[in-house]
Each structure stands twice: as structure tokens, then as C-alpha cells.
């Protein structure tokens, strides 16, 4: 502490005029809302696996399209019932060589039901002897409409709402919030349940079942927002000047609710995969000749002791579906509210 | 406070009401009728029938009757089984289904914290990135696929446990397993964020700074204060165990609430759906009173006077 302290007269020079304007720019190069996004996201390699998983999915789910349909859904093969998977080149691992354990041994139902051997069934065949691996293609596709549809819900009626809700205020809001708060004391599986009741069951009303009892989580994230963004001062002078409120609204109050608009939009997805396979797999949800992971999970779980293939396979993609929504919802969470981010 | 809890009691029962009436003239809507062979049934025999059900009378009589009937605890009788009263099929079982519950609730909410607090503690070890991944995949393996593959690994193949049916403490533990894991994985998640964001707090390095241990300072000021909002889960966990009890009682075959509410829907058994429809809501719409007012008793903080921010 008692060193010396030598100052020179040389220590004091003046910096040239360019330098000293550089220290003055501490701020690195001002990076768009999706830049700093993709910044925090790309540091997550769980969250960016996930994202790959999903496009890869949702690639093939959807290009599928011209090649799975409800055609070739329906169409059974009772001489291909019941098979298990089998595909070229894995004839060493049990399970995916055709061979199905039966008892203590693993047993060619290929060679036992007579099948030609060029006949490859990747995922095995159901009990109508319908590829499996295509109902599970199909089934996909089923569970990532009603997530995309509910997510849309949440993103159109919810955001309107409460943006409205918050920024009307007063009676208004008052109203409004009462509605909200009753909706969301019912229990949404009595909504849904009643829904899919009264409505035909088909994928349409399980769609719209879902996304009504959705959105109202969202609509009061929303309004909380917004009741603090329409008294910053940037909200004012707009209003000051003369803006329509719906200007307002989508110039001023959604970008800087985007965040919370995804990282609630990564919540709703999984919720709505998870309710539909859930309807699905006790009954009252998707129905023939459509089918969906929850369909093929109920028909699989029966015949599980013996057939297990038929409840794994549309049990592990359902499991993977889940889990890269959620861990890229947890990264896109933590990329875009930086109090998460510890 | 009493004020509050009036008016919270007021839009209970509105909602209530709200309910009751949609579910009744939503299953007047209804497509499909009530009667098993009603192909095979004479135009006297339907008659009857509706006499006997009172489907004879006005839309709004039968409604008004249902309302009547519901305050004193009679929801009418079930289409399902002759001569019984919704009333009494459904108690029994609520019984069940809640035991099931209570004791999923109780296993959730101590593994959550567990977890959870092991997490927050030991932040950025292998203690906190297995915790997570439990609670990941606690979230998204759905429950009817862990109750089927425990079902049948654990119960049949080891034998540990009873298959299916209900009575023995043997014959509970997989299904209380099976539907324990949303609210351990929910809880886990919710306990580890907040204990993350009280060790952050000034009032931690206070403690520290006066000489207690880092443990000390966690067991005695930050594990109290991160506990405290989990009382607000009690809605969401309520939600999730009621969803979960239909599936679950399914698979395990257990006589509670949610199996007869899958039987009821898919034989078009229209007054025991509004019956268990009714104690659905009635359940949330109660859990969430307590809940609010639990939580301004133990946090001094929240001042409950119907204001919301």
C-alpha cells in the first residue's frame, strides 16, 4: 500500500483526436432482435439439436403429404399383420431383423408367415397389416397441425386480447379480466372434453378444443405487458403525435412483446401435442380412418406384452417430439429473457 | 381479507353457474341419443323412456330442474346404469381418485423440492445438469406411456408390484409413480429458478457476511423464501392430476372418478358427464380459493384486497 507514486510530467499526453472518440464507443456493433437471439441460442447446443430434430421432422412429416394418405392408410393386408420391424442391412440386430421374441426366443415371423423375402416393413406392420412406419409419419403430421393451429390461436386471440385488455383499460380491462379469470377456473380438460362432446370427433374439433382453452394464459401475460409498455415514454409520444392506437399497437407494444409472445408460444406447443395424444389414446380424440401418436399409441398398448414394437416406436417419437419443443423452448427462453439466463 | 375472500366467493359461484349451464345445454345439443337400441325401440317405448327420465318435458323445465336438484347435491341418474343416482356413482369413487391424488401430489412436490433445491445448491455440477434432465424428461414423456411401460416392466415382468386394481398400498404405487411425475418434474423446475434467483439476493450475502455457512444461510432464509410460491401450483397441479386420473385409472383399472368420466363420454351418459363435469370444477375453482388465500397468510407481502396489478 505504501509504494511510491511517480508521476512524470510525460504521463499526461495528449491522445490523438480519433483514439479518443474510439473510447468514448463502448458499445459493439448494434445487433437486430433476431441477431442477439440467435447469439444466445447457437451458445445452447441442446436447444439448437432440438431445432434440427424439429425441422427434420416437420420436413418429413409434411413432404410425406403425396405419399401417405388416407388412401393408403386404410388399406389393410391381413397377410402382413402383426409383423415386426425389418429393414436391409440390420439383420444382426434383433428387433429390426424381421425377429420378434416369442416366449424365450427370437423368432422370423417373416420366414413363419410366408413373406417374400424383398419385403421390408421399417417400423413393422399393425394389426391390419398397415406400415406402421407410415402411420407414425402420419401421425406426426396429426399432432404438429394441432400444436401449430393451437400455437396460431395463442398468437391471434391471445395477443389480441390482451394487447386490448391492457390498453383499454378501466371497464374495459375490468370486464375482460373477469371473462379471463372464469374461463380459466374451469379446468381446460372439461372445456376440451365438452367440446370434442358436442362437436363431431375428428381432428377439426380437437384442433379447436385445444386452441379455446389455450390461449387465455397467454392473453394475461400479454396484458401485464402491455400495461407497462403504454406508459413508457416512447408509447406516449406516439400518442402524443397523433398515432391510431392500432398503429401503436403493431409498431410499438409487438416487437417489444416478442419475447414473451415466443417463449409463451414454446410452452402451448408441447401442451397441445400432449393433449391431443392424450384425447387420442383414451378414445374420444382423433378417430379412423385418421390416425395420430395417440391412436397408435392406444391400438400398440394393447397388444404391449407380445407386439411391443407397435407401442415403442410411436412412444419413443412422441417422447422426442416432446422433448425437442421443450428444451428449445427453455433455450429460446433463456436467449430472450435475460433473467432466466443463469 | 374477508371482504376479499366474499367477492372471490361470489365469482366461484358464478362460475360455477357459468358451467353448469354450458355443460347442460351443450349436452341438449348433443348429437346421438341415450338409448343403446333405439332402432329396436318402439315410439312407446321411447316415450316412456323420456317420462321416466324427464326428457318429456320443455328444455328450460329440465334445466331449471337440473339447477334445482344440483344445490342439494343430486345431479340426476345416470342413463348408464338403471335406477342410480349420478350421486351416488360418483361419490365412491371421488374418494378414490382423490386418495390417488393426494398421495401423487405429496410424492411430486417432495422429489420436485429434493431435486430441485440439489439443483439450485450444487448450480452448474453433474448434481444440477441430472436434475435437469430428469425434469425434462419428466415433462415430456407423457404419462400414459410411462404408466403402461412401468405396468409392464415393473408390475409384470419383475413382479414388484400389483398389476392393475385398487385397495392394497401394493396396488397404488405405480399409478401414484405414473401421475407423480408432472408435478416433480413442474416442481423441480419452478423450485430451482427461484432458489437460483434468492441466492442472488442481498439478504444471502448479509447472512454470509454475519458468519453463517453457505448451508445455513440456504436451510434457514432462502429455502423459505423459494417455497413460498409454490403454493401457487396447487392450481396447475390440480389440473394435471385430474387430466392425468383419466388416463391413469384407465390403464390401471382403478374405480375412480376419471375412468367413470372416459366410460360416460364414450356411452353418451349425459348427466353423469355434467355430474363429473361439475365436481371438476368444483375442485379447481376451491383449490384456487385456498390457494390465494394460503398465500397471503404465509407471505406478508401479498395484500389481498381484490386489486390485481
Not at chain 1, 509504494?3 to 437486430?32: C, M, R, T, W, Y
Request: net charge positive.
Amino acid at each position: 500500500m505504501n509504494e511510491e507514486f511517480n508521476v512524470s510530467p510525460e504521463d499526461f499526453k495528449k491522445l490523438p483526436p480519433d483514439e479518443a472518440q474510439d473510447n468514448e464507443n463502448i458499445a459493439g456493433p448494434s445487433l437486430s432482435f433476431g441477431q442477439s437471439v440467435w447469439l444466445q441460442l447457437k451458445k445452447k447446443k441442446s436447444a439448437i439439436v432440438s431445432a434440427v430434430v424439429i425441422i427434420l421432422m416437420v420436413l418429413i412429416a409434411f413432404g410425406s403429404t403425396p405419399f401417405i394418405n388416407n388412401e393408403t392408410l386404410v388399406k389393410s393386408h391381413p397377410q402382413y399383420a402383426n409383423l415386426p420391424a425389418k429393414v436391409p442391412g440390420m439383420s444382426a440386430i434383433n428387433g429390426l431383423n424381421g425377429k420378434l421374441k416369442q416366449g424365450d426366443k427370437w423368432v422370423n415371423v417373416y420366414e413363419q408367415n410366408h413373406i417374400p423375402k424383398d419385403k421390408y416393413f421399417f417400423a413393422g406392420t399393425d394389426y391390419l397389416g398397415r406400415p406402421l412406419g407410415q402411420r407414425i409419419i402420419y401421425g406426426t403430421k396429426i399432432s404438429l397441425i394441432v400444436a401449430f393451429v393451437a400455437a396460431l390461436f395463442d398468437l391471434t386471440i391471445g395477443v389480441l386480447y390482451g394487447i386490448v385488455s391492457g390498453w383499454k383499460g378501466g371497464g374495459v380491462d375490468n370486464g375482460m379480466q373477469r371473462i379471463i379469470e372464469i374461463i380459466s377456473s374451469i379446468p381446460n380438460l372439461v372445456i376440451v372434453v365438452l367440446m370434442l362432446v358436442v362437436l363431431k370427433p375428428g381432428m377439426m374439433s380437437i384442433i379447436l378444443a385445444i386452441a379455446i382453452s389455450s390461449w387465455t394464459t397467454m392473453a394475461r401475460q400479454i396484458r401485464a405487458e402491455t400495461l407497462t409498455l403504454k406508459n413508457q415514454e416512447y408509447v406516449l409520444a406516439a400518442r402524443n403525435l397523433g398515432q391510431s392506437s392500432w398503429k401503436i399497437a403493431l409498431k410499438h407494444l409487438v416487437p417489444n412483446l416478442s419475447s414473451l409472445i415466443i417463449i409463451q408460444m414454446m410452452y402451448t406447443i408441447p401442451t397441445a401435442i400432449f393433449f391431443e395424444a392424450f384425447l387420442s389414446f383414451i378414445g374420444i380424440g382423433i378417430s379412423a380412418p385418421q390416425t395420430s401418436l395417440g391412436v397408435l399409441l392406444n391400438e400398440g398398448q394393447k397388444n404391449f406384452q407380445f407386439l411391443p414394437y407397435q407401442m415403442w416406436f410411436p412412444a419413443i417419437v412422441l417422447c422426442v417430439l416432446m422433448i425437442a419443443f421443450n428444451l428449445l423452448g427453455d433455450g429460446l427462453r433463456d436467449a430472450l429473457d435475460p433473467k432466466s439466463r443463469r | 381479507m374477508s371482504k376479499y375472500i366474499l367477492k372471490r366467493v361470489f365469482y366461484m359461484i358464478l362460475t360455477l353457474f357459468i358451467v353448469a349451464t354450458a355443460t347442460f345445454f351443450l349436452m341438449k345439443a348433443m348429437p346421438g341419443s341415450p338409448y343403446a337400441n333405439e332402432a329396436k325401440m318402439t315410439p312407446t317405448q321411447i316415450k316412456i323412456m323420456n317420462e321416466q327420465y324427464g326428457l318429456n318435458k320443455p328444455v328450460f323445465v329440465q334445466y331449471l330442474i337440473y339447477l334445482g336438484g344440483m344445490f342439494k347435491g343430486d345431479f340426476g341418474t345416470s342413463f348408464q346404469y338403471a335406477n342410480q343416482s349420478v350421486t351416488s356413482l360418483i361419490l365412491p369413487r371421488l374418494a378414490v381418485s382423490m386418495q390417488l391424488g393426494l398421495q401423487a401430489m405429496v410424492v411430486g412436490v417432495v422429489f420436485g423440492v429434493l431435486l430441485g433445491t440439489l439443483a439450485a445448491v450444487k448450480q452448474g455440477t453433474w448434481v444440477d445438469s441430472t436434475s435437469t434432465v430428469l425434469a425434462i424428461i419428466g415433462r415430456s414423456v407423457p404419462n400414459f406411456v410411462l404408466a403402461v411401460i412401468l405396468q409392464y416392466y415393473i408390475a409384470l415382468k419383475l413382479g414388484w408390484f400389483s398389476i392393475a386394481g385398487w385397495g392394497s398400498f401394493s396396488q397404488s404405487v405405480l399409478p401414484t409413480i405414473a401421475l407423480a411425475v408432472a408435478p416433480m418434474a413442474e416442481t423441480e423446475r419452478f423450485v430451482r429458478t427461484s432458489m437460483v434467483d434468492n441466492m442472488n439476493q442481498d439478504y444471502v450475502e448479509l447472512g454470509r457476511a454475519k458468519g453463517l455457512s453457505r448451508m445455513e444461510v440456504v436451510r434457514g432464509h432462502v429455502m423459505r423464501n423459494s417455497m413460498i410460491p409454490i403454493v401457487t401450483l396447487l392450481g396447475p397441479y390440480t389440473v394435471a392430476l385430474m387430466t392425468g386420473s383419466m388416463v391413469i385409472e384407465n390403464i390401471f383399472n382403478i374405480p375412480g372418478i376419471g375412468e367413470q368420466f372416459v366410460k360416460s363420454i364414450l356411452t353418451n351418459d349425459y348427466p353423469t358427464i355434467m355430474g363429473v363435469t361439475m365436481i371438476y370444477s368444483i375442485g379447481l375453482v376451491v383449490v384456487l380459493l385456498i390457494t390465494d388465500i394460503i398465500y397471503g397468510l404465509i407471505d406478508p407481502r401479498i395484500r389481498l384486497q381484490g386489486k390485481e396489478g
